[in-house]
């Protein structure tokens, strides 16, 4: 699932500016109305030199020189401030941050020689600094300074035998300069911009396979604009209602971690992309805060900047419908991703109004309910298209791909399920129609978008009717879509494979790759049944002809479940969720797993069908107000479709908390 470079955050800085007048003034105090701990996050581009040599076996020249370096970073940072009364402002912060999700920009530096290719990966930057400003009126310049550290990890590849050495972490030490400007948004909440200079001074490493050594030495630079939210009580009398106009603005968190892991199971054989028999755990982590603010009458801007890191298991791979949602990384230490950068424009039509609550990607306040809805830039394709009451989001309810999702449902997305796009929405009292167009990935499981607009992309239709028998509510969508994108026939690369002696159909399906079109449907139901107790039913289909883009090895998909809220036993907040799906692929599909071809999460080198069996329920149990901790226990039978392998007890336990 692939990958596109966002744009600079200036929209971002621009609007926390534009707040600036709502905010509440600070009046000059002894300074302890504004001291104390703060934690918060940022996000910006680290650019600098990277000046390194790789020195290979006796008798070849080493390879040396300057090269720039860039990337997109998000970081947390925590620490404390004290506010005197002559106004300085004397503090200590500690900070880490991480480059981008994209593979590419991890490359701190890379050289080559004549017997080996080298690279120094960065897999993340702190610092430990001192801070001294100058309370303004809310505004506190400020200078700061310390030491630096980050972890890297040096690789090299003997051209001569195609052997890897590499090492693990790597921590180095450095020194960083620089200074900014807070500015206070209200009793609790700050925003800030700043500048950074990091040295990490020369160093090296001797690589065990053969007498090489890599040394480099670091300027970089980080321009970065970020949030804090200070701990303490807050003064009733500052604590004033937020303004609901052009400028105000609201912010929420969210974090969620999931362990995962199934016991030894009865396989015949492991293949390339098989759940390993032997049994495994991996866990997967995400660190999220969303902002919005209300740019204007009807105009919204939301902003979604995420740290995440983990790996499914096997690679997430192994199962079409894979046992953890969350699992579409694979990072070892966090790594900062734009996953949401969006406008949206409502235009009221009139009519009977409704109330709109705070939430994740949505402003408090009121809004027509006859309305038309405008969506442009980064998000999910699910944020607005396959939403489901019970069964929509696997930080908060079933982990399952086929069970929160429409399981051949191939929506666009990269390797973190966002894409870009723009969406239209009509909504009526009891109805909504929706259209959307967005960007597909260019070649099946990448990270680059094809931008070859609108002759390629991924087109979607949904109608949704709302309704409430016995004055239960339910409601129905039914949406069709169409992917134009350049894909890989099953059929050819299988006859191709054929007539081409030592090669699979995984080897000729890239020879196979033209402008094609996929095309399916879903249909999306949920209904109260009684109170506390939902249901839901999802049917989706594709055609099977073509690559799978995007989402997950499925053609055909039959999921369905209960929801059950926790009031009759006196804990309203807890869930109990029950479910199960059965999944297909075409025959199409299947004779090209069976020669040896591999989807984008599954592909055992062989392959006897049966359709893949899943039956998955759970227990939500609120620990507190916006914290939950998760049981979740899952049954795959014929993993991957394969009838001689599993099946497969996945055992998982979530932690998900949220403001």
Same mark, same amino acid.
């Given at each position: %699932?692939?990958?596109?470079?966002?744009?600079?955050?200036?929209?971002?800085?621009?609007?926390? @500016?534009?707040?600036?007048?709502?905010?509440?003034?600070?009046?000059?105090?002894?300074?302890?109305?504004?001291?104390?701990?703060?934690?918060?996050?940022?996000?910006?581009?680290?650019?600098?030199?990277?000046?390194?040599?790789?020195?290979?076996?006796?008798?070849?020249?080493?390879?040396?020189?300057?090269?720039?370096?860039?990337?997109?970073?998000?970081?947390?940072?925590?620490?404390?401030?004290?506010?005197?009364?002559?106004?300085? %402002?004397?503090?200590?912060?500690?900070?880490?941050?991480?480059?981008?999700?994209?593979?590419?920009?991890?490359?701190?530096?890379?050289? +080559?020689?004549?017997?080996?290719?080298?690279?120094?990966? &960065?897999?993340?930057?702190?610092?430990?600094?001192?801070?001294?400003?100058?309370?303004? !009126?809310?505004?506190?310049?400020? @200078?700061?300074?310390?030491?630096?550290?980050?972890?890297?990890?040096?690789?090299?590849?003997?051209?001569?035998?195609?052997?890897?050495?590499?090492?693990?972490?790597?921590?180095?030490?450095?020194?960083?300069?620089?200074?900014? &400007?807070?500015?206070?948004?209200?009793?609790?909440?700050?925003?800030?911009?700043?500048? &950074?200079?990091?040295?990490?001074?020369?160093?090296?490493?001797?690589?065990?396979?053969?007498?090489?050594?890599?040394?480099?030495?670091?300027?970089?630079?980080?321009?970065?604009?970020?949030?804090?939210?200070?701990?303490?009580?807050?003064?009733?009398?500052?604590?004033?209602?937020?303004?609901?106009?052009?400028?105000?603005?609201?912010?929420?968190?969210? /974090?969620?971690?999931?362990?995962?892991?199934?016991?030894?199971?009865?396989?015949?054989?492991?293949?390339?992309?098989?759940?390993?028999?032997?049994?495994?755990?991996?866990? /997967?982590?995400?660190?999220? +805060?969303?902002?919005?603010?209300?740019?204007?009458?009807?105009?919204?801007?939301?902003?979604?900047?995420?740290? @995440?890191?983990?790996?499914?298991?096997?690679?997430?791979?192994?199962?079409?419908?894979?046992?953890?949602?969350?699992?579409?990384?694979?990072?070892?230490?966090?790594? =900062?991703? /734009?996953?949401?950068?969006?406008?949206?424009?409502?235009?009221?039509?009139?009519?009977?109004?409704?109330?709109?609550?705070?939430?994740?990607?949505?402003?408090?306040?009121?809004?027509?309910?006859?309305?038309?809805?405008?969506?442009?830039?980064?998000?999910?394709?699910?944020?607005?298209?396959?939403?489901?009451? =019970?069964?929509?989001?696997?930080?908060?309810?079933?982990?399952?791909?086929?069970?929160?999702?429409?399981?051949?449902?191939?929506?666009?997305?990269?390797?973190?399920?966002?894409?870009?796009?723009?969406?239209?929405?009509?909504?009526?009292?009891?109805?909504?129609?929706?259209?959307?167009?967005?960007?597909?990935?260019?070649?099946?499981?990448?990270?680059?978008?094809?931008?070859?607009?609108?002759?390629?992309?991924? =087109?979607?239709?949904?109608?949704?009717?709302?309704?409430?028998?016995?004055?239960?509510? !339910?409601?129905?969508?039914?949406?069709?879509?169409?992917?134009?994108?350049?894909?890989?026939?099953?059929?050819?690369?299988?006859?191709?494979?054929?007539?081409?002696?030592?090669?699979?159909?995984?080897?000729?399906?890239?020879?196979?790759?033209?402008?094609? /079109?996929?095309?399916?449907?879903? @249909?999306?139901?949920?209904?109260?049944?009684?109170?506390?107790?939902?249901?839901?039913?999802?049917?989706?289909?594709?055609?099977?002809?073509?690559?799978?883009?995007?989402?997950?090895?499925?053609?055909?998909?039959?999921?369905? !479940?209960?929801?059950?809220?926790?009031?009759?036993?006196?804990?309203?907040?807890?869930?109990?969720?029950?479910?199960?799906?059965?999944?297909?692929?075409?025959?199409? $599909?299947?004779? =090209?797993?069976?020669?040896?071809?591999?989807?984008? %999460?599954?592909?055992?080198?062989?392959?006897?069908?049966?359709?893949?069996?899943?039956?998955?329920?759970?227990?939500?149990?609120?620990?507190?107000?916006?914290?939950?901790?998760?049981?979740?226990?899952?049954?795959?039978?014929?993993?991957?479709?394969?009838?001689?392998?599993?099946?497969?007890?996945?055992?998982?336990?979530?932690? %998900?908390?949220? $403001?």
């Amino acid at each position: %699932m692939p990958t596109f470079r966002t744009a600079p955050r200036c929209l971002v800085i621009a609007t926390l @500016l534009a707040a600036a007048p709502f905010a509440v003034p600070v009046e000059a105090d002894d300074g302890r109305g504004r001291s104390g701990f703060y934690v918060g996050g940022h996000v910006g581009y680290i650019f600098g030199n990277a000046n390194a040599t790789l020195g290979d076996p006796i008798g070849v020249a080493a390879a040396g020189g300057i090269t720039p370096f860039g990337s997109l970073f998000g970081g947390v940072q925590a620490g404390y401030e004290h506010f005197f009364a002559s106004r300085l %402002m004397l503090g200590i912060e500690l900070d880490a941050s991480f480059s981008d999700y994209l593979d590419p920009v991890q490359v701190l530096s890379y050289r +080559a020689t004549g017997t080996g290719t080298a690279t120094e990966q &960065l897999e993340y930057l702190a610092s430990l600094r001192g801070r001294v400003g100058y309370d303004m !009126g809310g505004w506190t310049p400020f @200078l700061t300074g310390g030491i630096a550290w980050a972890s890297t990890r040096f690789s090299r590849i003997d051209l001569t035998t195609g052997n890897e050495d590499a090492n693990p972490s790597n921590i180095r030490l450095g020194y960083t300069l620089g200074g900014g &400007l807070d500015y206070q948004l209200d009793p609790r909440w700050s925003a800030r911009a700043e500048y &950074l200079y990091t040295n990490l001074g020369l160093t090296g490493f001797l690589f065990d396979s053969a007498p090489a050594r890599y040394d480099s030495q670091y300027d970089l630079h980080r321009v970065r604009v970020g949030l804090n939210y200070k701990f303490g009580e807050v003064d009733a009398t500052e604590n004033k209602a937020a303004d609901r106009g052009p400028g105000s603005w609201e912010i929420h968190g969210q /974090t969620a971690f999931v362990f995962q892991g199934y016991p030894p199971f009865t396989a015949a054989y492991d293949g390339p992309q098989s759940l390993p028999s032997s049994g495994q755990s991996r866990e /997967t982590w995400a660190v999220s +805060a969303y902002l919005g603010v209300r740019l204007w009458e009807g105009g919204e801007l939301y902003y979604n900047p995420e740290l @995440l890191q983990g790996f499914g298991l096997a690679q997430t791979q192994g199962a079409a419908g894979f046992p953890n949602g969350e699992a579409q990384r694979a990072y070892p230490y966090p790594r =900062y991703s /734009t996953s949401r950068l969006f406008l949206r424009q409502t235009f009221g039509l009139g009519g009977e109004r409704e109330k709109v609550e705070s939430d994740i990607d949505q402003l408090f306040g009121e809004r027509d309910i006859s309305r038309v809805t405008i969506t442009a830039g980064r998000y999910a394709v699910q944020d607005i298209f396959d939403n489901n009451a =019970y069964a929509n989001d696997p930080r908060v309810d079933f982990l399952n791909f086929s069970i929160w999702a429409a399981g051949a449902f191939d929506y666009a997305a990269d390797s973190v399920g966002y894409t870009w796009g723009v969406a239209a929405e009509l909504n009526g009292p009891n109805w909504s129609t929706r259209l959307g167009y967005f960007l597909e990935p260019a070649y099946s499981d990448t990270n680059v978008f094809d931008l070859a607009l609108f002759s390629r992309g991924g =087109y979607i239709g949904e109608l949704e009717l709302r309704y409430a028998p016995y004055s239960r509510p !339910g409601s129905v969508r039914l949406g069709a879509w169409l992917n134009s994108a350049f894909a890989g026939s099953y059929n050819d690369a299988v006859a191709l494979a054929a007539v081409s002696p030592g090669l699979s159909p995984n080897d000729t399906i890239a020879l196979t790759h033209q402008g094609r /079109t996929k095309y399916g449907f879903y @249909l999306n139901l949920d209904q109260e049944i009684i109170d506390n107790v939902g249901a839901f039913a999802r049917f989706s289909w594709n055609d099977g002809r073509t690559e799978i883009m995007s989402f997950t090895d499925i053609t055909t998909s039959l999921s369905g !479940g209960l929801s059950i809220k926790g009031n009759s036993w006196g804990r309203p907040s807890d869930t109990i969720g029950i479910a199960g799906a059965v999944n297909w692929i075409s025959a199409d $599909f299947a004779t =090209y797993l069976a020669n040896g071809g591999l989807g984008i %999460m599954i592909g055992d080198g062989a392959l006897t069908y049966g359709s893949e069996v899943v039956a998955e329920t759970y227990y939500s149990l609120q620990v507190a107000k916006g914290l939950y901790a998760t049981a979740d226990y899952q049954f795959i039978a014929n993993p991957a479709y394969n009838a001689v392998r599993g099946p497969v007890h996945v055992f998982s336990g979530r932690l %998900m908390a949220k $403001f």
